[in-house]
């Protein structure tokens, strides 16, 4: 493996919010709970971050809002909001300035009510570059994951069958997650049964919406040997957008996790054939066809192969998404930051049954943001 | 929901209200540019010139919706679809007059009126006749690079097609 030429950063504290209906939470309570879990677990005192990253449409400056409850003053503060892929780019940035030696601690949350407050379908003016889309009428994201679908059916024959596979696993591994919204198993018809949203997408394509909080705490390796846990380290990371709007995606069949896959794994020196298990953002099923082509895990075109007969279900070859996805566990509109919650513990190997994944070493953690628009991509592994 | 013009949009939102589809092209680089704005997201040059574009392109991808929200609801179902203009630019817009839509089906513009919106949509081309099978429709070759691009007259009137409400300001039409 590469080595990175400054200070190393791990990940050493993860922790959810109380998810699915919250209505006793708040985006911001949400928050400080799973901080305090977070930091509780890591051994650390809260005085210790010096660094704050979040994201989020509920303040209009959401790490100040956030650090001020808190009662943070940090010396790094990074409110880049690109969908759900955010976290993940704030774990690249941690890493970073962390290997700069601009800080030492760093914490990641996110918070969301948007099952309770209903707030996921508010209206927005159809202004800026919205003015060409939003007019329409195509029900958002949905629609522009429908549109990257039917293309891709076009071009490689994948089927709504195909796609429903990625569903059915997702339910196998909520089985095990206690903690899941739908813990019950699907069948692919039940999943075409399902009400279609936007052809060829149904309701069991995607994604749930919940409430739910979460936070990540990052540490140079000169706190490592102060903390609780056992560290996992951002061995690379990649990040990029390819457009915001759909109708301004060059591809729709390529994602930025072309760039960004190649790029975290390049910095960590590993390939697609060291990963040992992945967490891979599926709001909805195809997102997930669509990222495992891109990163390199198969060809353009093959993802339906790659997922077919149970191999990214439990006991399959390529574990993925090991406690549900959003598409069963939960996804409180931005779900990238459960993406590396669950790499982390799988790394540490915190579970003690069918959930975990036998001597995984390496995860590759990607999330995607917007209509396909953001990816970044996170390389962790244990030392 | 209506579209909110701007200093950069203003004349494409003019041409639609005459059944214009109004494109820019870098003079710098040759390319045409949707949506409008002031430097070429390609070269970076400008200025950027207003043409009339034929109004003619293929589906590159389309959704039919079943559910919409707000003003939308009660249009379901109703077809989305990224239509290639012959003029080498992607635009989202609806597919009307017809349930039989392919990727790779050959379109023309129509100006509609929907939530209360003038808006380009597209309907099948004439010349396409029959709606090619669903999955079956050949790839569209990329049109040529037209040096002038064909000037589009009003669009024909049909019983789809709007009517023109507010008077379209003759200093907006393309050059």
């Known amino acids: 493996m590469t080595p990175r030429p400054g200070r190393r950063a791990a990940i050493v504290g993860v922790a959810e919010s109380d998810v699915g209906a919250t209505p006793h939470l708040t985006v911001l309570s949400q928050q400080a709970l799973a901080t305090q879990a977070a930091l509780h677990e890591a051994g650390l005192a809260k005085d210790t971050v010096d660094a704050v990253f979040t994201a989020g449409a509920w303040s209009w400056a959401p790490t100040m809002t956030l650090a001020e409850y808190l009662g943070i003053q940090p010396r790094y503060t990074d409110s880049t909001n690109i969908g759900g892929s955010s976290f993940e780019a704030h774990a690249g940035h941690a890493a970073a300035a962390i290997e700069a030696g601009l800080i030492d601690v760093a914490l990641i949350t996110y918070g969301s009510t948007q099952r309770t407050s209903r707030s996921r379908n508010a209206p927005r003016p159809a202004e800026l570059t919205a003015q060409f889309e939003t007019p329409y009428g195509l029900p958002m994201p949905v629609g522009a994951y429908a549109l990257a679908a039917m293309r891709h059916m076009h071009q490689y024959g994948t089927t709504s069958e195909d796609l429903a596979e990625v569903a059915v696993a997702a339910r196998q591994w909520a089985r095990l997650n206690p903690r899941a919204w739908y813990r019950d198993p699907i069948t692919v018809e039940d999943v075409l049964a399902s009400p279609m949203i936007c052809d060829p997408l149904h309701k069991l394509d995607c994604c749930l919406v919940t409430d739910g909080g979460g936070a990540v705490v990052i540490a140079a390796e000169d706190r490592w040997p102060d903390v609780a846990t056992q560290p996992v380290v951002i061995l690379g990371h990649g990040e990029t957008h390819t457009h915001d709007r759909i109708s301004s995606m060059p591809d729709l069949t390529v994602t930025g996790a072309a760039q960004t896959g190649p790029a975290a794994m390049t910095m960590a020196g590993v390939t697609v054939d060291d990963i040992d298990v992945a967490e891979i953002y599926d709001s909805f099923t195809i997102t997930v066809l669509l990222t495992l082509e891109s990163l390199g895990f198969c060809k353009p075109g093959e993802a339906k192969d790659f997922v077919a007969g149970g191999r990214i279900a439990p006991g399959g070859e390529f574990p993925m998404n090991t406690n549900g996805g959003g598409l069963a566990y939960t996804h409180p509109g931005m779900y990238g930051i459960f993406l590396l919650i669950e790499a982390v513990r799988q790394l540490r190997g915190d579970f003690a049954w069918a959930r975990q994944v036998p001597d995984a070493e390496i995860a590759l953690v990607h999330g995607t943001g917007g209509m396909l628009s953001s990816a970044a991509t996170v390389v962790l592994a244990t030392i | ?175």
């Open chain 2, 1 to 175: 929901m209506k579209p909110v013009p701007d200093a950069d949009t203003k004349p494409y939102w003019d041409g639609i209200a005459v059944g214009e589809l109004r494109l820019q092209r870098c003079e710098a680089c040759g390319e045409a540019v949707f949506y409008p704005r002031a430097v070429c997201p390609h070269c970076f040059g400008s200025p950027l010139t207003w043409f009339t574009a034929a109004g003619t392109g293929s589906v590159y991808s389309y959704t039919v919706a079943h559910r919409g929200f707000g003003d939308f609801a009660d249009q379901t179902p109703f077809t989305v679809a990224l239509v290639d203009l012959d003029e080498g630019v992607r635009m989202m817009t609806r597919i009307v007059g017809t349930r039989q839509v392919a990727i790779g089906m050959r379109v023309q513009m129509t100006v509609e009126q929907i939530a209360g919106a003038t808006l380009p949509c597209f309907r099948p081309a004439p010349e396409t006749g029959e709606a090619p099978e669903m999955g079956e429709a050949p790839e569209m070759e990329k049109a040529p690079e037209m040096g002038d691009a064909p000037r589009m007259g009003k669009a024909p009137e049909t019983e789809e097609t709007l009517e023109i409400g507010e008077a379209p300001e003759t200093g907006g039409r393309a050059r």
